[in-house]
């Protein structure tokens, strides 16, 4: 799968019961088409795993709880939740200026290019994962941020997206996440015995991502099947899943 390593756009989220969930994706079929990446993929979808970091008061939480305006987290993003498959893994930091979103990305050395030990890809530290970037803005960020605000790993995060892509407009996306659970480690491959819960049971998230404009169509559909744009963030739901707020 080719990612972008860097960009910035908008995004609206919209939380989904299933029944409008299949609606709406009956609705707009003329207008969007499957991301060639999952058309051939059981179900049209692939899977998505993120190790998020925050501090022991979860101050990344409060931030976007709190609706700041100005802010940034990191993560570890990979897409298998087999420790033996070769499969990509990038460090990640995704924040906000105003309603612009951003996400910088940069691989971890050595993924999807041969396997690497299991027990490595299990126990993975910090210090590993630092010593595994290559030489950069993102890392030094990283390292700057891990020190001042003493960040850690807190909560693995994973659930299943299908994209979708306009047919007439490449920069409007849509994708619905959905089978969203959260696991209390500090691992990007936990053993059996961390503890995994789910995260909005029956409920799917949709992700509009757009550079420029939303689409007449897409405004004629939230009109009429009255969704309501929400601020979500899926990290913050599984803290909350685990009770690690009050």
């Not at 744009?229 to 739901?237: A, F, Q």
């Amino acid at each position: 799968m080719k990612t972008k390593l860097h960009f910035s756009r908008f995004e609206f989220k919209y939380v989904l019961p299933l029944a409008l969930r299949e609606e709406l994706e009956t609705q707009f079929q003329y207008f969007v088409e499957l991301d060639p990446y999952v058309a051939q993929k059981p179900g049209a979808k692939y899977f998505v795993r993120s190790l998020y970091y925050d501090n022991a008061a979860l101050d990344n939480y409060w931030e976007k709880e709190d609706g700041q305006k100005h802010r940034a987290k990191f993560r570890v993003r990979t897409y298998t939740s087999d420790v033996d498959e070769v499969c990509p893994r990038f460090l990640e930091i995704k924040g906000r200026h105003n309603n612009l979103v951003f996400k910088h990305r940069t691989k971890v050395d050595g993924t999807g290019q041969s396997p690497a030990p299991g027990s490595l890809l299990r126990h993975q530290t910090t210090g590993e994962i630092l010593a595994g970037l290559e030489e950069g803005p993102i890392k030094e960020q990283f390292k700057f941020e891990l020190d001042r605000k003493r960040l850690g790993p807190v909560m693995l995060v994973d659930y299943w997206r299908r994209p979708y892509i306009s047919k007439f407009d490449p920069e409007f996306r849509m994708t619905f996440d959905d089978t969203l659970r959260g696991t209390d480690c500090g691992e990007l491959f936990p053993s059996a015995l961390c503890r995994t819960r789910e995260a909005l049971p029956g409920y799917t998230i949709l992700e509009v991502k757009f550079r420029f404009h939303v689409p007449k169509w897409f405004h004629r559909l939230i009109q009429t099947m009255e969704l309501q744009r929400v601020s979500i963030s899926k990290y913050c739901r599984c803290v909350e899943a685990h009770g690690l707020v009050d």
